[in-house]
């Protein structure tokens, strides 16, 4: 009975916050009392919210509470202290598997605040107090607590290792760098983390740009699976509408076009879910490697950061060389099967046609007239940014990465797969689909305004130029003159100079306009096609130092 009277003593006196015996106890209006370091900590915590609390019965205080010292609760917190009574650790308290314990605990050992890199000992609160006391101790160096201690001690000397050799790859102690490293390019175990410091900051944010590039690619999925089912949808509602105006004789065909429309749908999505579950994959596994690195990064410890940085750092290569494609569309079953309605509807009975997914696109019927002066433009510009990762290394990026300017001297951007390597040129980082507008400043001798397909090639080939290829359409602006390039092609243009062009895109109608902007507009060039792919707005600058292309900003 007497030690259960002791242990509610030693539970009235602690405070709820630390769960320790009491220290410099202060008392709230509340009736409950805390050491006022814990509960000031606790109140610096509320400042933002603005209202503070009591831990216990969540009492609020509009304004932070004047705290006042129990003296009576201190004058018996004292003599608990004196007469041993000392409040007993909690269980949490004590090291278990898997913690670090404190050295010089004797009996059952708690667990341990900081580990000590001068000492090679890790301590308690109470038995770090020294370290913090000692001017001596004071210039130790604590860390967060670690097991691994004795990896700090070289086997040989028996000293604490604070250099490395970058000749062996290897921590070592000042008596090794005079012993059998003599000679070798030796530096402090400081001066080496912090040079691998900066190549795991560049590892991270190599990984963090991958990570928002197979995000950016998982959205075009994910809106190319929508645009699926929506025309695959809006296909079989509209065939099933013709097919029942031919009753019996066409029932038949109604559900065979079904059929094959919900097949083609099922083999796209499969496809589409496929390669998203592989870019989530890669995703995923980029994130764990992140949060490794971040850890590593934290770690305080410059020898087990060097012991464990070489096998986290290495980054293994993207697995995923996928591309995102279009993927088929629908609209051309509904045409089709029109036509066949209107052409035959008198002579079914007689005769059999066959209607299959693989007739052309027709261009919508439904297609807005295009917009004929700027005003009616302008309501469909967008805002157009450049993306850095596809930037010719001798392109300047600047006004919120809208404008271009070529450069003499390379800019140091990261490797990516995506740059352009040969040519001058660099590819919005907005997608554009429906209809878009905007215009491009220029100043130089020569600048291409185009358009492209994302996969468009970025290696040393002729193909990577703007109009060489089947993926871009490009209008060549020169002081004097215009030209147009589509799978080098050349198109003479004639029209009006001007040193800002608009582009007008309306992607289901397949059109691809050109205009020279001044204080009218005049149509330079116009493309009529079917486009099957996202389109991104690109820039060439010809190579001369000074040459500069912009976005403008359209209101």
């Known amino acids: 009975m007497a ?26 209006s509340c009736g409950h009392n805390y050491c006022k370091k814990c509960i000031n900590s606790h109140w610096d915590e509320e400042d933002q919210k603005l209202v503070y609390s009591c831990p216990q019965c969540r009492k609020t205080f509009r304004k932070r ?9 201190a004058v018996l917190v004292d003599q608990m202290k004196k007469t041993g009574l000392q409040a007993a650790p909690a269980d949490h308290c004590y090291a278990g598997p898997g913690d670090v314990a404190c050295d010089v605990c004797t009996g059952r050992k708690l667990k341990a605040f900081k580990s000590c890199l001068t000492c090679s000992a890790s301590y308690c609160e109470q038995h770090l107090q020294p370290h913090y006391e000692s001017p001596p101790l004071k210039k130790h160096k604590l860390v967060e607590p670690s097991e691994k201690l004795q990896e700090n001690i070289c086997s040989q000397h028996d000293e604490v290792m604070k250099m490395f050799c970058r000749t062996d790859r290897q921590s070592i102690c000042h008596l090794c760098s005079v012993d059998q490293h003599k000679g070798h390019d030796t530096v402090s175990a400081a001066a080496e983390r912090s040079e691998r410091q900066k190549e795991l900051e560049v590892s991270r944010l190599n990984i963090q740009q991958r990570i928002q590039d197979r995000e950016k690619d998982v959205k075009l999925l994910q809106q190319e699976l929508e ?44 496809g ?114 450049l993306d850095p990762n596809t930037a010719h290394t001798e392109l300047l990026l600047s006004e919120g990465n809208r404008k271009a300017t070529c450069m003499s001297n390379e800019q140091s951007y990261p490797s990516h797969p995506d740059r352009f390597t040969r040519y001058i040129q660099v590819l919005s980082r ?36 703007f109009g060489q290829n089947d993926k871009s359409w490009a209008l060549t602006c020169f002081k004097n003159k ?29 059109i691809l306009s050109f205009y020279s902007v001044s204080e009218t507009m005049t149509l330079l060039h116009r493309v009529q096609t079917t486009f099957t792919q996202p389109l991104y707005a690109g820039l060439w600058l010809h190579y001369k130092v000074g040459t500069t292309a912009e976005f403008c900003k359209l209101k």
């Not at 509470?65 to 609760?73: A, G, R, S, W």
């Open 3 to 28: 030690q259960k009277g002791v242990q509610l003593d030693r539970e009235s006196f602690s405070c709820s916050i630390c769960l320790d015996l009491l220290k410099d106890p202060v008392s709230l």
């Open 65 to 73: 509470p004047k705290l006042k010292k129990n003296t009576m609760l």
């Open 227 to 270: 645009a699926i089912n929506l025309s695959a949808d809006k296909a079989v509602e509209d065939s099933e509408k013709m097919f029942t105006e031919l009753i019996r004789l066409m029932q038949k065909r109604s559900s065979e076009v079904k059929r094959q429309v919900r097949s083609q749908q099922e083999t796209e999505v499969s």
């Open 272 to 385: 589409v879910k496929e390669v998203e579950e592989k870019l989530q994959q890669e995703i995923r596994e980029l994130k764990r490697k992140d949060a490794e690195l971040k850890k590593l990064s934290n770690t305080e410890d410059h020898n087990q950061f060097l012991h464990s940085y070489p096998s986290l750092s290495a980054l293994s290569p993207s697995t995923s060389s996928i591309q995102i494609r279009p993927r088929r569309r629908f609209d051309h079953v509904t045409a089709a099967v029109s036509r066949v309605r209107d052409k035959l509807q008198d002579v079914l009975r007689d005769k059999w046609t066959d209607v299959s997914l693989t007739e052309v696109d027709v261009l919508p019927s439904d297609s807005p007239a295009e917009p004929t002066t700027r005003a009616e433009f302008l309501k469909y510009s967008c805002e157009i940014t």
């Open 430 to 465: 907005e997608s554009l689909t429906g209809r878009c507008y905007w215009e491009v400043e220029w100043r130089g001798v020569r600048v291409d305004v185009a358009a492209s397909y994302k996969n468009i090639s970025r290696g040393e080939s002729d193909d990577s130029l």
């Open 482 to 510: 215009y030209t147009f390039w589509y799978n080098k092609i050349q198109t003479p243009v004639s029209g009006p100079q001007s040193s800002r062009v608009g582009v007008y895109l309306d992607h289901r109608a397949g």
